[in-house]
């Protein structure tokens, strides 16, 4: 018997499917037998078929695209181990995590790395893990914790059914404020000058869930037989991680400060089990709804027309699609190798994790002209590479507290929420059209600090929002400026001079 796949068919001359279509489309399917299992807001629909009866339906109308409805990847936060595989019998590897003070840590994922496949277990409640492995010798070992706390990566380590690892953890500091990654991206220089206020912002993730930090003004859940209104339950925490990075609120000593704390932040859940279908109507939702800026920290090998087509109407309307360039260390993923989206790679800096944590595996051979930031061993790379932000060692928000993250992910939301403040600082890019986007790329990228990595690597360089928003800052201070000096004062014409000067570039 030939095997049935899920397929998803659109429109090929845009996002929404006009209605004579969708009813054609509907009785072809009917008549060859055609089980539909989804019909989306903009008319396509998910059909189960043989990739023969796929075919047919492609050739009989040209007009529609017929395409594999894949499944996305989420750009998990520990990229590079090797594969996992069955537990099987061999030897119990135990393992105790404490904290400094001896308190047993329950929840943190146990990696044992071997050669060629990793094996993996979790703490319980009284800190202990049993992990099953098939290798006596093991290169490494990762304990990850939930939050709250570094990972830490113990060296050559020998399994033995007989004896206990001890793992301590250090505490993670999150005392308020900007992380490595926000202020090396100016965002303490900004202050509150800019917050991203006015903008709306779409993470298409795993979703966002409740935070003390977090405030989404809504959402929508895509996923199959779910209540759309689930957009704040976040199995994976990665959505909440990423809306942390772009617009955390840390009004109290604790928290983190997000890029643009001000912006309007809206939860697209597209995982877990996230396919095409779920991301066209993602996509769509935020075209109808009138999103600013789109954060897109996942991917896919596989190119999809038909999300190309929502992406190119997206940019069409104003809006500024981000997408996180992938973690496998080769290609640039899609969407991020679309032209209309900004494909961001990853970076990280010496000195912001402990040397014995697994950032530290993070490290690669290649280092910018200061010998201190590094482009990220698992990032993907290539010619559509626009512009780098940190991605190494990034604490930020998850569902039960703090967690210090890794990935192309979580360099994606830093690019986003970059986007969010120049939208506010520069009222006038706001067009509502294509030259949207195109000046939001223009300003990020002629605004990037150049750090010396390959350009397939860097793109243009780190992007910066203290460089992005530097006329709007001298702007903003000279109409301060003129509201406190007197009529055909002194102070009034010289900023004005200074503001006609200033380009888009930023100060330095």
């Known amino acids: ?44 629909r998910v059909l189960e078929m043989t990739r023969e009866e796929a075919e047919k339906l492609a050739s009989r109308r040209p007009d529609l695209i017929v395409e594999e409805d894949r499944e996305l ?38 990696i044992a790395a071997g050669k060629q496949v990793s094996y993996w277990g979790e703490t319980d409640a009284k800190g202990m893990a049993k992990v099953v492995v098939h290798e006596r010798f093991l290169p490494y070992l990762i304990a990850s914790p939930r939050q709250g706390f570094w990972s830490r990566v113990v060296p050559s380590v020998t399994a033995s059914a007989k004896s206990e690892l001890m793992v301590t953890l250090k505490k993670l500091p999150i005392r308020g404020g900007c992380t490595w990654g926000h202020a090396a991206m100016g965002i303490d220089r900004i202050g509150t000058a800019f917050t991203g206020k006015g903008v709306k912002i779409a993470v298409i993730d795993s979703g966002i869930a409740g935070h003390e930090d977090l405030t989404p003004a809504g959402g929508f859940n895509t996923l199959d037989g779910q209540d759309t209104a689930a957009w704040n339950l976040d199995e994976k925490g990665h959505g909440t991680h990423c809306a942390g990075i772009m617009a955390a609120r840390a009004d109290n000593r604790v928290g983190i400060r997000g890029v643009a704390p ?21 996509i769509n939702w935020c075209i109808d709804n009138y999103i600013d800026v789109i954060s897109m920290s996942l991917g896919s090998p596989y190119p999809s027309e038909q999300v190309a087509v929502a992406l190119a109407e997206a940019h069409g309307r104003g809006i500024t699609c981000v997408a996180a360039a992938g973690n496998d260390g080769g290609a640039v993923g899609y969407p991020a190798a679309l032209p209309e989206v900004l494909a961001v790679s990853a970076i990280g800096r010496i000195g912001t994790f402990p040397a014995d944590s697994a950032h530290a595996l993070k490290i690669s051979d290649y280092y910018g002209r200061d010998s201190r930031h590094f482009f990220a061993s698992f990032s993907n790379w290539g010619p559509e590479i626009a512009v780098c932000a940190p991605g190494v060692a990034i604490p930020s928000t998850v569902p039960d507290g703090y967690a210090a993250w890794d990935g192309t992910s979580m360099a994606c939301p830093f690019v986003a929420g970059v986007a969010a403040l120049i939208l506010e600082a520069y009222p ?21 600090v150049d750090l010396g990595l390959p350009t397939e690597m860097q793109g243009a360089g780190m992007a910066s929002a203290a460089r992005a928003l530097g006329a709007a800052l001298i702007r903003q201070r000279g109409r301060a400026a003129t509201r406190t000096s007197p009529a055909g004062g002194v102070g009034a014409p010289t900023v004005r001079r200074r503001i006609q000067t200033e380009n888009w570039s930023g100060v330095r």
């Not at 429109?11 to 009917?30: C, F, I, N």
């Not at 061999?90 to 393992?95: P, Q, S």
């Not at 912006?263 to 991301?279: C, I, M, N, Q, T």
């Open 1 to 44: 018997m030939t095997e049935k796949r899920r397929y998803l068919v659109g429109y090929r001359s845009g996002a929404v499917m006009p209605r004579e279509v969708e009813t054609a489309l509907d009785s072809l399917a009917a008549a060859a037998g055609t089980k539909q299992l989804r019909s989306l807001k903009g008319g396509q």
């Open 73 to 110: 990847e989420l750009y998990l936060s520990m990229p590079g181990l090797p594969p996992a595989i069955p537990t099987g019998p061999a030897v119990t590897l135990r393992v105790k995590v404490t904290d400094e003070a001896g308190t047993p840590v329950a929840g943190v994922t146990i």
């Open 262 to 282: 001000g912006a309007e932040v809206y939860s697209l859940k597209v995982f877990p089990g996230g396919r095409f279908s779920d991301l066209l109507e993602a």
């Open 428 to 448: 006038e890019v706001r067009t509502g059209d294509v030259n949207q986007p195109l000046a939001v790329r223009d300003l990020i990228q002629r605004s990037a």
